[in-house]
């Protein structure tokens, strides 16, 4: 399949964000680490903003991950020649959707369809 989009630049904001999101990572493992339970040394109100910071980062990692495999398989699909054509019905993407989520496997109307 022959895409009328520039490929080399949406491989290139791929590439860029799943670097931010690495580089994220590492800056931000220790918010989901567990709380420490001890209450000699934590009081309780502490301890309970401690285990919400801790729940939020856990979110946030997963959310993260979640988006880090998005954009691996919006590269393997560049790689594949697949990539701005829709998973569902083989229409192509429309760059506008390419340009707002470079990692978008579905176009606009399946992606609605998917929502319901």
């Known amino acids: 399949m022959e895409s009328s989009i520039d490929i080399e630049v949406f491989r290139k904001l791929l590439e860029k964000r799943r670097e931010a999101l690495l580089s994220v990572s590492d800056q931000q493992q220790e918010a989901a680490e567990t709380v ?3 209450q000699t040394r934590v009081g309780r109100l502490s301890r309970m903003d401690a285990m919400q910071a801790q729940a939020m980062g ?3 990692q997963r959310r993260r991950t979640e988006e880090l495999k998005r954009i691996a398989e919006a590269l393997r699909r560049i790689n594949e020649g697949d990539y701005g ?3 569902n019905c083989g229409g192509e993407i429309a760059e506008d959707r390419l340009a707002i989520d470079p990692a ?3 176009c606009i109307h399946c992606a609605s369809q998917a929502e319901q």
């Open 85 to 87: 054509y829709c998973l």
């Open 104 to 106: 978008a496997p579905l």
């Open 36 to 38: 420490e339970l001890d």
């Open 58 to 60: 856990m979110e946030t």
